[in-house]
Every structure is written in structure tokens, then in C-alpha cells.
């Protein structure tokens, strides 16, 4: 994915931009539409106690975003801000427990994404109507497990906070309105809670990262 962002941005370089003399600074809203990539891993525990299964995740979805953000300065060609973003998905991941290195098929289980949210500070560097800006900050996800033969047994929850970091390109198109891509890897490092779809007692430890590629547009308020 990280080659697909940078990749689309030597191709937008690549061609003429007109040049923009309205100022930047200022609320904005956004949407936008893209991919996203889930990775995982999972342990289970019981009684406190580390155990043999433990779960590896990848896969990728359909991601959609909604944007807020302000534009608070803006000096020569930088230009700074805070967004606020809201991501959800389709990213669906099932595999099976692992027992010892060994795949265990009484043992599906799906990792899904519900939400994902950040606070970001965004820096960028503006020539004409484009704008190249690196961003910066805190994530919090809500993510769930499930065992994929147990379709009735309750969903494990786990609401992980971390940080994320990334870049995007952004151009105008006229006072109002721009056209925007924009990456994001997200790391939500690990979280223990309660996994009652395995019985009392037992546990699970989760580590989960994200990258979302979306393009979209955004209108200046």
C-alpha cells in the first residue's frame, strides 16, 4: 500500500498545476473512499496464564472516511493544522488458533474492524495549488473477535488506543473546493480483556496495526 501512495504521488507531480493564491487557513470538511489493511495478533490466556493458541491476521477491505479539520497557520509555503478523521471498513480477517505452530481447525476465528478514529497534526508544504503535508497523532479503534463455527457465542470486544502517522496530496480546484489522497498507517499496540466466547476465565491479548489509503474531496467552510 505504501507503494501504491507515493506512487500516485510522482504521478500527480508529474503533471501541471495551476497556481492558487487564496490562503489556506480555516475549517474544512471531507469524505473520501479507499482500502484499508488489518493486521493482527492475537494469544489466548487462561487464569492469567499464557497458553499455546495464539493467531496471526492480514487482510484488506473497502474503507470510507469523514473529515474534519482546521487550517490554523500559514506562513510562505507552510502551512499547519489538526484534523480529526473517522474510518470504517469491511476488513474481515479469518484464520485459525494455532496450537504449538500447528493450524487447530476446531478454532476459526474472524478479526473485523468497527471503527477507527485519529487526531491529527498535519504539516504541509504548498506550491500553487498543491499541497504535500506529512500527518501525526493519536488513534483509537474498536475492534471484535469471533469464533466463525460459533456464530451465536458473544463477539469479543477491544477498544485499543495508539498512534498514527502518514502523508497526503491535496489539491485545489478552485476557493472552496479540493481533491485529496491521503495514507495512513495506524499502530493500536496491544490491549487484554475478558473473551467470553471461550468460557469463564479466559483472556485474550491483542495487537492490532491498520494502513488506509483514501481519496476523496473536501470543502472549505
Do not use: C
Not at 500500500?1 to 492558487?20: E, I, P
Not at 474492524?113 to 498543491?130: P, Y
Not at 485499543?160 to 476557493?175: D, F, I, P, V, Y
Request: charged share 20%; net charge negative; proline share 3%.
Amino acid at each position: 500500500m505504501n507503494r501504491l501512495f507515493f506512487g500516485a504521488v510522482l504521478a500527480v507531480f508529474s503533471q501541471s498545476a495551476a497556481h492558487a493564491d487564496e490562503s489556506r487557513v480555516g475549517p474544512y470538511l471531507g469524505v473520501g473512499v479507499g482500502a484499508t489493511q488489518i493486521d493482527g495478533h492475537v494469544i489466548e490466556f487462561e487464569d492469567g496464564d499464557p497458553s499455546d493458541y495464539t493467531a496471526d491476521f492480514g487482510d484488506d477491505g473497502i474503507a470510507y472516511s469523514v473529515t474534519a479539520g482546521y487550517n490554523f497557520w500559514e506562513s510562505g509555503n507552510i502551512v499547519a493544522g489538526l484534523e480529526g478523521s473517522f474510518i470504517g471498513d469491511q476488513a474481515k480477517s479469518d484464520v485459525f488458533f494455532d496450537y504449538e505452530g500447528l493450524p487447530d481447525e476446531d478454532y476459526p476465528i474472524q478479526l473485523s474492524t468497527k471503527f477507527q478514529t485519529s487526531a491529527r497534526l498535519r504539516l504541509g508544504v504548498a506550491k500553487g495549488a498543491w499541497l504535500l503535508y506529512a500527518t501525526g497523532g493519536v488513534a483509537y479503534g474498536q475492534f471484535e473477535y469471533r469464533l466463525t463455527d460459533s456464530p451465536d457465542v458473544e463477539v469479543d470486544k477491544t477498544k485499543q488506543l495508539g498512534w498514527t502517522a502518514g502523508a497526503g496530496l491535496e489539491k485545489s480546484l478552485n476557493e472552496r473546493w479540493s481533491v485529496r489522497l491521503d495514507y495512513a498507517h495506524a499502530d493500536y499496540g496491544s490491549d487484554t480483556f475478558a473473551a467470553p466466547i471461550y468460557g469463564s476465565g479466559f483472556r485474550e491479548k491483542s495487537s492490532i496495526e491498520t494502513d488506509n489509503l483514501t481519496i476523496g474531496v473536501s470543502l472549505s467552510l
